[in-house]
């Protein structure tokens, strides 16, 4: 039986130009907006792993925004702003988020609550 590459040791690129045919047939088609679900087979068999491997859902997804970020021309020094600006983006978004659920428990019926 043949030896599979397993995914560990496929070290993700720092460039497009380095990756792996399987990274790039992930980046291409995701970039094209094909679902994880849909390309998994056929990443698998680039990868040189069983078509009948089940992955975690989230190990594309990861692989793909991993490289996403690696592929980014963002400066070294911009680094920090930019964990900064996500950090600060996903905190407003989680706020607005639980004040929308608040106002669609009300638009049902539900009771208002304050935090205490």
Same mark, same amino acid.
Do not use: C
């Given at each position: $039986?043949?030896?599979?590459? /397993? ?6 690129? #720092? ?15 995701? *970039?094209? @907006? &094909?679902?994880? =679900?849909? $390309?998994?087979?056929?990443?698998? /068999?680039?990868? @040189?792993?069983?078509?009948?491997? /089940?992955?975690?859902?989230? %190990?594309?997804? #990861?692989?793909? %925004? &991993? %490289?996403?970020? #690696?592929?980014? $021309?963002?400066? =070294? ?15 407003? %978004? =989680?706020? *607005? ?11 049902? @019926? @539900? ?6």
């Amino acid at each position: $039986m043949a030896d599979k590459i /397993q995914t560990a040791s496929i070290p993700l690129p #720092n460039t497009y130009e380095k990756a792996v045919p399987a990274d790039k047939y992930l980046f291409d088609n995701r *970039e094209a @907006g &094909r679902s994880f =679900e849909e $390309m998994t087979p056929h990443w698998l /068999q680039l990868a @040189g792993r069983s078509p009948d491997e /089940q992955l975690s859902r989230s %190990m594309l997804s #990861n692989r793909y %925004m &991993r %490289m996403k970020i #690696n592929f980014s $021309m963002i400066k =070294e020094q911009d680094h920090v702003l930019l964990f900064e600006a996500k950090k600060h983006i996903e905190s407003t %978004m =989680e706020d *607005e988020k639980w004040s929308r659920i608040a106002t669609e428990i009300i638009s049902k @019926g @539900g009771d208002a609550y304050r935090v205490s």
